[in-house]
């Protein structure tokens, strides 16, 4: 998988190349007879009063670029210097209380088999009063069965089942939704795991190893029945759906489902 990866060199001169995705050509038109040059960081395209240009070949960008992504930028016209002070990122973490208030939203599943006497167990979540677990735990099932509450129910019908990416979703009754962001942390940054193994409620902790458009990547250790399980970020927000278990001689990872899959499903 490929990991995403952000590049960012500064030149203190007056000029500073690269902020997120450079597109050049003349095809954006010329200034001083320069190539114009469109900048984006991330989804955002980046407008300064001076555009960026190519000048001997060299892509070429305003300082005062940096200011909008958040940097701190002096200017000392006497001794023609400046001084960047890039922010610092500070990294949420959660304590044990918080975990576990959060782990009481966390839930077991059941999905029904051939065999009458077993039935496949797993762990999930709710979102809008949505159930959310991995189809390989129900979704080939004739029914579904939760306890929310301290109440039994048998779900026989699904709101959406995405085998491709391993999602299951289901109207329940009770139960609180837990909060969701889109916003992936950084490779390194801490996460946290919270699902079932067995009869047991486990809750780990992990960093994200690797990102891409479909698994996030992270240490946080689940087990068999942790299916389904919900991936917090460090400010204790959804950003994915445990699903796999993969064995390396390096360690063992979990992989999981982002988020946003199952936020465009459960529209």
Do not use: C
Not at 30 to 48: H, Q, S
Request: glycine fraction near 10%.
């Amino acid at each position: 998988m490929a990991m995403k990866r952000k590049l960012f060199l500064l030149s203190l001169l007056l000029f500073v190349f690269g902020a997120g995705v450079v597109t050049a050509g003349s095809i954006n038109g010329n200034y001083n007879g320069n190539p114009i040059v469109r900048l984006f960081a991330g989804d955002k395209e980046l407008k300064p009063d001076v555009p960026a240009q190519i000048i001997d070949g060299r892509t070429m960008v305003p300082l005062y670029v940096l200011q909008d992504l958040g940097a701190t930028v002096k200017w000392d016209a006497k001794n023609y210097r400046v001084d960047v002070e890039m922010p610092v990122r500070t990294v949420p973490v959660l304590i044990q209380s918080q975990l576990d208030e959060l782990s009481k939203y966390v839930y077991k599943v059941y999905g029904s088999t051939d065999d009458p006497s077993y039935m496949n167990l797993g762990s999930g979540f709710i979102i809008d009063g949505t159930f959310i677990t991995n189809y390989h735990v129900a979704g080939e099932s004739e029914y579904a069965r939760v306890e929310i509450d301290g109440m039994p129910q048998i779900i026989r019908s699904f709101k959406f089942a995405d085998k491709d990416n391993d999602l299951l979703g289901f109207k329940v009754t009770g139960g609180k939704s837990l909060p969701v962001s889109t916003e992936i942390p950084q490779v390194g940054d801490p996460v946290y795991a919270i699902g079932f193994a067995g009869d047991e409620l486990t809750i780990t902790e992990g960093v994200i190893q690797l990102i891409d458009d479909e698994d996030i990547v992270h240490t946080a250790q689940t087990a068999p029945g942790g299916s389904g399980s919900v991936l917090l970020s460090g400010d204790g927000k959804v950003i994915g759906v445990n699903k796999e278990i993969m064995h390396y001689e390096t360690g063992t990872v979990t992989f999981a489902t982002p988020i946003k899959y199952v936020l465009d499903l459960n529209q």
